[in-house]
């Protein structure tokens, strides 16, 4: 069997940016199928790229490739309502697709999510994710299949993935926010590490490649639970480091540092293969633009060596701007 699966995952509480990480693979590394895993709408990727911000939830972020398919995994529940706001906005018509075997994320769902005092005090996205994994365990979910609009846009996605030459797979969230290895209560409702995103697109271990954890030069998180080494909303701006959540608009929580062992275990239930370190400028402004590792200052070098030994996974990407194409990409230098 063929490897041809390159996975792409977060290493934190999400929003460490994936979407760009994801953006840049889909611009350079010719995938023909591009598959999105991981929750449902609560994500919140965003993707610049030639000047344009998109903003996206549902669909792949990498569907500024336009030569490429997209497909949403089984395991991914599926908002018809975002699904196909999505689609008309990036003007994507049948080009991305629903396995069959996706939940169905019904309004009541959202209600509940919104109205929960339980929600509430875990500091949901309100987006209705809780109740649908509840419902899904209790077998009282429907399927996609049932919602009329969206009928036209159902596909085998496992057929998909499998026969694709060159597959890249969006993960979403970040590893801290699971439900399984996760600061729980205070995560989502699912399992959002490498493996269970592989699960819910329909591929085996055996097709991995290659897995990126998306690594972000600090920590935030959005939502209620514990932080380690949180500072005040003051104290983050004045370092450039406060940032607003992109389907909440919340402010995020700030750490200007890296949580090492979160990081440590995340590589490890993962099985990273590289870390795609991001905004490296904003901690070190005088990265900003760059493109080549060597034009880097020395306390940023020093960083990603201190990011390679503790955390014990090569840097292999290195985010320095907004833009998909503002990466440092040293993978093949490094030889990985
Ligand atoms: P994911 O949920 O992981 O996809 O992250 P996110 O997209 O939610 O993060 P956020 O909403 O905070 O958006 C990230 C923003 O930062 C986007 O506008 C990206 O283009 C931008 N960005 C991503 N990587 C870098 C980087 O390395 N440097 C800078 N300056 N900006 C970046
Ligand atoms: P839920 O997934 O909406 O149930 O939210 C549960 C927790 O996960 C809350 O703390 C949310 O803020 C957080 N969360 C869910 N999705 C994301 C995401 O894409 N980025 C960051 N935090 C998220
Ligand atoms: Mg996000």
């Known amino acids: 069997m063929q490897s041809t699966a390159t996975i792409v995952i977060g290493g934190q509480y999400g929003d460490e940016g994936k979407g760009k990480i994801i953006s840049y693979l889909a611009l350079n590394e010719n995938p023909d199928v591009i598959a999105r895993g991981g929750g449902g709408p609560n994500a ?17 972020s990498g569907f500024i490739n336009k030569n490429a398919k997209l497909v949403i995994g089984a395991g991914v529940f599926i908002d018809p309502e975002v699904f196909l706001q999505e689609v008309k906005d990036f003007g994507l018509d049948k080009r991305c697709l629903i396995d ?5 994320l019904e309004q009541k769902y959202k209600d509940e999510d919104g109205a929960s005092e339980n929600s509430k005090k875990i500091g949901t996205t309100k987006s209705g994710m809780g109740p649908t994994a509840a419902a899904r365990a209790m077998r009282v979910a429907k ?104 389907v909440t608009g919340r402010p995020r929580r700030t750490n200007p540092s890296l949580i090492w062992e979160e990081l440590k275990l995340s590589a490890q239930v993962n099985s990273a293969s590289c870390i795609a370190l991001t905004k490296l400028d904003v901690k070190f402004p005088s990265c900003a633009g760059k493109r080549k590792f060597d034009e880097l200052p020395e306390d940023a070098k020093a960083f990603v060596k201190e990011v390679e030994e503790r955390v014990g996974v090569p840097v292999g990407l290195i985010g320095t701007g907004a833009d998909a194409k503002d990466i440092i990409d040293r993978r093949e230098e490094i030889g990985i």
Do not use: W
């Not at 919140?44 to 549902?58: F, P, T, W």
């Not at 069959?100 to 169905?104: E, N, V, Y």
């Open 143 to 246: 399927f996609v299949q049932e919602d009329e609009r969206l009928k036209e846009y159902l596909c085998d996605c496992v057929q998909m993935v499998n026969s694709a030459k060159n597959l890249l797979v969006e993960g979403s969230q970040g590893f801290m926010l699971s439900n399984l290895y996760g600061t729980y209560p205070y995560c989502t409702s699912k399992d959002v590490s490498a493996p269970s995103i592989c699960a819910e697109i329909g591929i085996g271990p055996l097709k991995v490649k290659s897995v990126i954890m998306v690594v972000k030069a600090y920590t935030t998180r959005v939502g209620n639970g514990p932080f380690a080494g949180e500072v005040s909303v003051e104290e983050a701006e004045k370092v450039g480091m406060q940032e607003y959540g992109t």
């Open 44 to 60: 919140g990727h965003s993707v610049e790229h030639e000047g344009k911000k998109y903003k996206i939830r549902l669909i792949p």
């Open 100 to 104: 069959k075997r996706a939940t169905l």
